[in-house]
């Protein structure tokens, strides 16, 4: 079947610091990857996509690269900042529904 | 242009009762589909609708249920609520599966079964 494994949090970094949240799947096909946000008392916000093997998924200083030969899609940013403090979600869809990660709560510090 | 918007945005209900949850998709977006979110279980796709037909179903209960209009907003209705039933209750739209542009979501219903 078809699953999402993301590291355990919370992640605590200092503003500034460089970011990695390592997210795995298990799917059948092809199926597109995708990382959503969650800042408190808030929905899910769509931060990146990325719909084959070796795209590149970009957006407000967050990169993730779909990596099929190790069926992983990590995400990284080089500086962090206080506003980036959320819960950050890893996803795939084969069409029609996603299948969240069990989410990655990051606290950044001033 | 106008994001996904639920309604209500919290409720309060005695276990036993049933509610029901509103959701307006994006213009244009045809495709519904519904998650529930809890601290112990995360989250979880409840269904999807496409066109006022059920798509795709996960694994709850027939006590949740829900439909689509002809105008793309869709409800979801949970009967005989249970304690465990309270969660956060999202919906989300997209333009077609979903695979090309993904899924944009609403703020969510908070459901408190007391």
């Known amino acids: 079947g078809n699953s999402v494994t993301q590291m355990e949090g919370p992640v605590t970094l200092s503003e500034e610091a460089f970011l990695t949240i390592n997210c795995t799947y298990t799917?059948?096909?092809?199926?597109?990857l995708f990382w959503y946000v969650q800042y408190p008392g808030e929905g899910l916000q769509l931060l990146l996509k990325?719909?084959?093997?070796?795209d590149k998924g970009s957006n407000k200083g967050f990169e993730a690269t779909y990596r099929k030969e190790t069926t992983s899609f990590h995400l990284e940013k080089g500086s962090v900042q206080v506003s980036d403090s959320a819960v950050y979600f890893c996803?795939?869809?084969?069409?029609?529904?996603?299948?969240f990660g069990q989410g990655t709560e990051l606290s950044v510090k001033p | 242009k106008a994001g996904v918007t639920q309604t209500p945005r919290y409720l309060i209900k005695t276990r036993g009762q049933q509610v029901t949850l509103s959701c307006s998709p994006i213009?244009?977006?045809?495709?519904v589909s519904w998650y529930q979110q809890t601290p112990g279980q995360g989250l979880q796709f409840l269904f999807e609708?496409?066109?006022?037909?059920?798509?795709n179903k996960g694994n709850f209960p027939g006590r949740f249920s829900g439909r689509q209009f002809s105008n793309s907003r869709s409800e979801m209705n949970v009967s005989t609520l249970e304690l465990g039933d309270s969660a956060l209750y999202l919906c989300?739209?997209?333009?077609?599966?979903?695979?090309?542009?993904?899924?944009?979501f609403g703020s969510g219903t908070r459901l408190t079964v007391v």
């Open positions: 609708y496409f066109s006022e037909t059920q798509r």
């Open positions: 213009s244009g977006h045809r495709s």
């Open positions: 996803a795939l869809s084969n069409g029609g529904k996603l299948i």
């Open positions: 799917a059948t096909g092809y199926p597109s």
């Open positions: 989300a739209s997209s333009l077609g599966d979903g695979r090309d542009n993904g899924y944009t």
């Open positions: 990325a719909t084959k093997a070796d």
